[in-house]
């Protein structure tokens, strides 16, 4: 009985110990990684050569700008809805004139970065070859909504 619980539970660590290490070699780095730490993981993970990575920050670095300015206005947008929640828990009161002004900026920048989003990403798969795409395109997936969104 005792060596069918040793077999149990060292099959149960060594499963443990392969989805552990498989999880962390497959990782995709953290969003808050500089964007050369995530150019090298792409680099490294897609096995892309000089010419794709030489492509692939030059059209990081276009973007750049663009995606500074809508992080700010994103941060900008937290604020103020933080702004407006204190307010209505304070004085029980909201002005939704002002509340349907953040939404319609909330959901104008969203859809912003979102256009800018897809357009690096698809620049970015349009120089790889179809296997580095697809594996691409599979982590980008996960976290980039690649198909349009019907507008309501």
Not at 120 to 143: K, N
């Amino acid at each position: 009985m005792n060596r069918t619980y040793l077999v149990i539970l060292i099959g149960l660590f060594a499963g443990l110990g392969a989805y552990h290490g498989l999880m962390t070699w497959h990782e995709p780095p953290a969003a808050t990684g500089s964007v050369d730490e995530q150019l090298a993981w792409m680099k490294s993970e897609l096995r892309l050569n000089d010419g794709q990575m030489r492509q692939l920050r030059a059209f990081h670095a276009a973007s750049e700008p663009r995606l500074r300015v809508l992080a700010a206005q994103v941060a900008q947008l937290q604020q103020e809805l933080s702004t407006v929640e204190t307010t209505r828990r304070n004085a029980g009161v909201v002005d939704f004139l002002q509340l349907g002004r953040f939404v319609e900026t909330r959901r104008h920048v969203a859809a912003e970065c979102l256009a800018l989003s897809r357009q690096l990403v698809f620049a970015s798969a349009d120089i790889m070859t179809p296997a580095q795409r697809q594996r691409y395109l599979g982590f980008v997936s996960t976290t980039v909504p690649l198909n349009p969104v019907p507008a309501r």
